[in-house]
């Protein structure tokens, strides 16, 4: 059965290619490809990010508060309505992240979520994050509010338990009833590095060494960001031609009564 719990400490740092091929130069050896990494290839992974008409959950992260939390669908294959896929909410009070989720497919799952609808098999289902998700989703309606997809690669270390990379790229975002957005330069990565307790002084030296720096990012809070930006200049656009032809038409009607009054 797939883990269904998790608590960790996770950093995020956003690296070029050049960083991510000499970190794990100087790793190798003591790191492992990830199961969905075959061949040393990226996998794919899909999210629907779950949130209402308002979106609460999105602005109450992006403002970086102490604690945020986050519900999304991921998927290891393209949606489809026998997906099997992860109702997830994520939790993060300052470094520390909690992430509890429950497996069904994903016709099920969008009914769970925009419906309230129980799945129809609850015997391999952990009942107390079912009971957890289900609070969350009676206390307002969701709904499916924004899909991204990324590549990732990811690894974990041999000498330390608990201890796992992940670099993502190609990120991108489709909002519902909108555009597709690119929310990362091409040939950067974001890397995360998650591990059972505190960062061991080795990996702090590694990281200084390529002059990784921690950096915040968000993918939702990116994508969001991105999209009331392209909004506000939308809504600027439209000011600014209503003003300009509301000036046309009142200057053009003013210029003829007086050119009428003078013939």
């Excluded at 590095?193 to 200084?208: D, T």
């Excluded at 200049?233 to 600014?240: G, P, W």
Aim: aromatic content about 14%; some cysteine; glycine content about 4%.
């Amino acid at each position: 059965m797939a883990k269904e719990v998790f608590g960790r400490h996770e950093c995020k740092f956003k690296v070029t290619q050049q960083q991510k091929d000499a970190l794990l130069a100087d790793l190798a050896g003591t790191i492992e490809n990830d199961i969905y990494n075959k061949d040393g290839k990226p996998y794919t992974i899909y999210n629907y990010y779950i949130d209402d008409i308002h979106n609460t959950f999105i602005q109450r992260s992006v403002s970086k508060p102490l604690y945020k939390e986050k519900l999304r669908i991921r998927a290891y294959e393209p949606f489809c309505d026998d997906t099997m896929v992860f109702v997830e909410i994520k939790k993060k009070y300052k470094k520390y992240g909690n992430k509890r989720r429950i497996m069904m497919p994903f016709k099920q799952a969008k009914a769970f979520v925009e419906k309230g609808e129980l799945p129809s098999d609850l015997s391999n289902i952990n009942q107390q994050v079912l009971r957890e998700l289900k609070y969350t989703i009676d206390k307002q309606r969701l709904q499916l509010k924004v899909h991204v997809q990324y590549e990732r690669y990811a690894y974990f270390s041999i000498v330390q338990k608990g201890l796992r990379f992940t670099f993502d790229t190609n990120i991108i975002s489709n909002r519902i009833r909108d555009k597709q957005r690119s929310l990362l330069e091409k040939n950067m990565y974001i890397l995360e590095i998650k591990a059972e307790q505190s960062f061991p002084l080795w990996l702090v030296k590694l990281l200084q060494k390529h002059k990784i720096y921690k950096q915040s990012f968000s993918k939702i809070g990116k994508e969001y960001e991105l999209y009331t930006k392209e909004r506000k200049e939308m809504k600027q656009h439209q000011e600014e031609l209503y003003v300009r032809n509301t000036f046309k038409y009142e200057y053009g009607y003013n210029n003829a009564v007086a050119h009428k009054s003078t013939t």
